[in-house]
């Protein structure tokens, strides 16, 4: 292929299935600057509640692709073990973006101020848990998939604290836009989540954040772009197209300068359906703990992919990494780690090259 | 043939669960529970011990599901209708028709799809139902509105019913429009007037 021969995707009508979450950014922002139709393509979003259902119709061809959990095309099979059908990526769309969230009233009874960083407030929270009576109603943390970035930081978080996340509480999955309300109506006593359902619980005073998790384990890879293996066979151009334009659109996003902008599109009712104000301290790096505490800076909280960066290479190494870690509570399976397409981020930065 | 399988079925949708549980019934199923949200699921679980979860592919109760299953490694397992006897039409079937299931360890995918099947013929006559019953509402309301155009048309311009009638068809067809949109224009434009 030369610069001068155009891309020709086999299917150029396409839809896309997102979560309602900041980093869903780089999808709402290819379709709304045209990055799409650059490269031959007319995107139709849609936005899903949860990450099981989101697979689900991944899987079951209701969409082409999808912004996915990094850990989910390498566990599918534990997931799913009867499903024959494999996922794989091409490129990471953004690092970290997630926090870990104890309900104000939680984190009064560890007799903590908004000030203590995380391993304060981990260490308090052992202490507490060590002084329950046994046999009192467990304490309850959410997360947002079983294999997902989420439930891996909140296990470290939990283990370096010295609790243990299988005996001393229960960990449950939530999908990520309920956190708030389940957390207000005491359904649950924190979550690790993304942004801005971290925030918006500060915001509201519903909740304190303890740790940003890109603090606990830097540069995570945290959401994909995701495809069936058979849908990837049949339509590589059309793959490569889309890879395309949403590395530029990460491109795009890597620059702090535009964020603000990022912000005021994806709160838009047809995309996120949220304040800007929600949406806007994350993508600034700014971490408002909750209370009258005043934001303190947590840079890299949404690490986006760039062409001169290799946030975005989907390298087997990074692949091996959250299998490590997923290994601690689950068998993983051989060769899982294919499901991560080095090769393929490789001809997209190729392909950009020569098109310039 | 062994016992029956027991099933729990959870749909916020109470006639769709209702004609999703009279034909599992009628297939020789047990039906076990039936939920109408995921209140209290892991308890039912635990209680009921099913073979099959049957609940709506949109519902965000089954990430509760899916917790259970995965990090807690109790009954039920995922997936039935990811079967690999079933490949891939099964799945679009099931994706489609807005059906997901959740099997008990050991539970055989062979075992559990008939059931499925159910469900989703189901779900589909349910959205059916809706559609048609969506058809008829706007065709009564479409009907109403034409009539109140034609007691304007009565009232204000003295006509019978027969040539008020006339009247509207005749615009419809002389502007290319249908008889609704007369009757809407007609009711804006002779309510507007004193």
Known sequence: ?356 | MSKPLGIMLVDDQPERAEMVGRQLRAAGYRLLVQLTSAEGLLQHVDAHRPDIVLIDIESPDRDILESLTIINRQNPTPVAMFSARGGSDFISRAVEAGVSAYMAEGMSAERVAPAIEIAMAQFRNFQQLRQSLERTQKQLQERKTIERAKGLLMARKGLDEDAAHRTLRNIAMNSNSTMLAVAEQIINHLQSQP
């Open chain 1, 1 to 356: 292929m030369t610069a001068a021969t155009p891309l020709t995707p086999e299917k150029p009508h396409l839809k896309l299935l997102y979560l309602r979450l900041t980093d869903s950014a780089p999808l709402i922002v290819a379709r709304e600057m045209g990055l799409f139709a650059r490269f031959g393509l007319e995107v139709q979003l849609q936005r899903e509640t949860s990450w099981a259902t989101l697979r689900d119709k991944l899987i079951g061809g209701v969409a082409d692709a999808a912004a996915m959990l990094a850990p989910m095309p390498l566990t599918l099979k534990q997931a799913l073990p009867h499903c024959e059908e494999r996922l794989l990526t091409g490129l990471i769309l953004s690092c970290n973006g997630n926090a870990i969230t104890l309900s104000t009233e939680l984190h009064a009874r560890l007799g903590l101020s908004a000030a203590d960083a995380g391993g304060a407030a981990g260490s308090a929270l052992a202490a507490y848990l060590r002084r329950r009576t046994p046999g009192a109603t467990p304490l309850k943390l959410a997360t947002v998939y079983p294999f997902s970035s989420h439930t891996l930081q909140l296990r470290h978080w939990l283990r370096s604290s010295g609790i243990d996340p299988d005996r001393d509480l229960q960990i449950q999955v939530l999908p990520p836009e309920q956190m708030v309300e389940r957390l207000k109506r005491g359904d649950i006593d924190g979550y690790c989540v993304g942004e801005p359902w971290n925030t918006i619980a500060a915001q509201r005073g519903l909740g304190t954040i303890v740790a940003a998790c890109n603090a606990l384990l830097p540069a995570m890879p945290e959401k994909v772009l995701a495809a069936t293996e058979s849908w990837h066979a049949r339509n590589p151009r059309t793959h490569l197209a889309l890879r395309a334009a949403l590395l530029q659109a990460c491109s795009w996003l890597a620059d702090r300068g535009q964020r603000r902008d990022a912000a005021t599109i994806l709160a838009r009712e047809e995309y996120l359906d949220l304040e800007p104000g929600s949406l806007a301290p994350s993508l600034n790096d700014q971490l408002h703990a909750g209370g009258d505490q005043p934001p303190s800076a947590n840079p890299g909280w949404h690490l986006f992919a760039h062409t001169d960066s290799d946030c975005g290479r989907p390298s087997g190494d990074k692949a091996q990494q959250l299998l490590g870690l997923c290994e601690r509570f689950s068998p993983i399976s051989a060769g899982a780690e294919k499901a991560f397409r080095e090769d393929l981020y490789q001809q997209t930065l190729d392909f950009l090259q020569r098109r310039k």
